[in-house]
């Protein structure tokens, strides 16, 4: 399956300026080649050509795990000195001979470190953002990996289930955070999740991006949980909010509007629209309640491999729906020092619209 | 604590070629601003010019986060939409008010992606690696960040002592490493690692950088376990290898050696000395042994922040020791096909000589 990939961006790489891809480890090289590689401060780099030889740049350490790859591939192997390095770069660059290429790189995933290595092994080539060729065939998820995500989806939805009973006032987020993440490994994520819960209660959850914090809960908070499984290597990413006992009023306005924003969102996914009209869709919701300047980001993301990735739903964006992607719906409204609300569903299109991955109640839940 | 770092930082930029350093989420920037972001598809840059002033390039929906900082940051927010991202960037350029800058960077860190705006802000600027102002600064630990990698390693030796009594024939890598992690959120590690554990069995275990597989333990393998906790922000580091009931007397003889070049490079450690010196301790065993081609990487890393970090400690490198680095000390042999042995320990360089931190035993222990 790996090898009809790698064959697949072979054959897309043929009508394009470019010659040459150049991956570093991230989702994109274990997506086509199965290796799993850290990013860390040895460079790393999968090549790619448009001739079909592919080859590696990597440290000696790391060459007995070319054979779990279902494909040949060259290594040009290096040691810890690090003034070796060039040189296990420029003969890769010898071998590959391309000279006046265009290489494709992806700029979210290649470092400085990399691309100096880059520059000096094809001095004469120019780099461009590849991003426009992987994604198109990283976006359509084949079924093995919807089944993946669906798992990943059961996996959280499971945990989050299994904590709940912890939950009341007096708990503090960094305690919610850790017993989820206890069992979210019980239920069988993979032990790299795909971020760190966020637990954010009270004012806290005003951010959307807060960090579990040592706040206690108490009666009147708002508590957004965001979270997330590993499985396979596919990645799940729900939000729920609940209030610690009763909240005020103006709060639950809030909620209800974000409910409705995300059923919104939901309904508006269908294969030929833009990823931008879902955003509208959600918005126009939150916007026409009065909120719409405390929606602070876009409807949602990608999701796969990748926590975030492409497509992104965001008002301008034009990149229309096609049947296997998938991607978050989640709106929210953020009060500063009163509160925050997100919910958050992970959606598939299908030919005739959508599947909804996830499915815990979406109404709000007094927990404590 | 955190305001002293930068202003320190920015009184070393006083004597460099630097007008501006450009940082983008990761250890440094956390270092010196106590800030965490997301190294995610939006770029954040945090700016800090020789004249003192701070900035940042964020997505608004972390703006909230900046009143955390104990200094004053000015904030070029953007919005989702890609399209204005450049706008905030060339902003920030306007208010730093360089222009024929050398700007500082970090190639381990920096990615293409914030790279690409950086040029277009400042196209006059030239991007030099800061790495040489950034890590004496962080290699040099304080007295708490000692202290949190201390308890990071109290937690770490703790974990694994819960994990032992599972471990036995028929059990397999994936469970071990499942266990082992729970055992390191239970024991008070943050649920986000430094890494994933190692655990290697068999023939597997002759891969330094094996992931955790579905094989099952069975009597006379080796089991090799790289695991470590993070508390407070910083890492411990430490490898394990155990038998499963009786193993081969080559493999012993293995065992003893990696056991004799740990010990020899732990007592090379002394301020003064380089680092590379440590490394030829350590291999100067193995190698006597016979089986110096089987050792294929470096005796040790940096450790703090980061789980890899500088000082490495390879044959060549003649930086020298100063009291507060922090480092590990892993020789290791690998037989292809048979099974391979790592012993790693965590050492801090004190005026006298060393601290080794970790303290698990490091005979061979036979398993299950």
């Not at 966020?198 to 991006?209: D, E, L, T």
């Not at 931008?276 to 405390?294: P, T, W």
Request: proline share 7%; aromatic share 8%.
């Amino acid at each position: 399956m790996k090898a009809s990939r790698i064959e697949r961006l072979i054959s897309a790489l043929q009508d394009t300026e470019f010659s040459l891809l150049a991956l570093n480890p991230g989702a994109s090289l274990t997506y086509l080649t199965g290796l799993n590689f850290h990013r860390m401060e040895r460079p790393i780099v999968l090549w790619i050509g448009v001739d079909g030889k592919i080859a590696v740049t990597l440290p000696t350490l790391e060459i007995a795990k070319l054979s779990l790859a279902p494909m040949d591939i060259k290594a040009f192997p290096y040691s810890d000195d690090p003034q070796t390095w060039q040189k296990a770069f420029q003969e890769a660059a010898r071998y590959l001979n391309f000279r006046q290429a265009v290489i494709g790189v992806e700029p979210n995933n290649l470092r400085v470190l990399e691309y100096r290595f880059l520059e000096s092994a094809f001095p004469e080539a120019r780099f461009h953002n590849a991003d426009h060729i992987l994604s198109p065939i990283r976006m359509i998820k084949e079924e093995g990996e919807v089944a993946a995500m669906c798992k990943a989806v059961q996996i959280a939805q499971s945990a989050l289930q299994a904590t709940l009973p912890i939950i009341k006032p007096g708990v503090t987020e960094k305690e919610v955070a850790s017993e989820l993440t206890i069992q979210l490994l019980r239920a069988g994520s993979h032990p790299q999740l795909p971020f760190y819960p966020i637990v954010a209660s009270g004012p806290n959850s005003a951010n959307p991006h807060a960090v579990p914090s040592d706040r206690a809960l108490k009666a009147g908070d708002f508590l957004v949980i965001d979270w997330g499984a590993l499985y396979d290597g596919y990645c799940s990413d729900l939000t729920r909010t609940f209030s610690i006992g009763d909240i005020d009023p103006e709060l639950e306005k809030v909620y209800s509007l974000v409910e409705k924003a995300n059923e919104n969102g939901i309904l508006a996914v269908q294969p030929g629209k833009t990823a931008g009209s879902v955003d509208q869709a959600a918005r126009r919701v939150i916007q026409a309640g009065g909120f719409g300047e405390f929606f602070t980001h876009r409807t949602g993301h990608g999701l796969g491999m990748e926590a975030h990735e492409p497509p992104y739903l965001y008002q301008e964006n034009d990149q229309p729906l096609l049947p296997g992607m998938t991607f978050t719906i989640e709106p929210g409204i953020y009060l500063p020092e009163k509160g925050g609300v997100r919910i958050e569903d992970n959606v598939l299109v299908t030919d005739s619209g959508r599947e909804c991955l996830t499915n815990l109640p979406r109404c709000l839940q007094k927990l404590g």
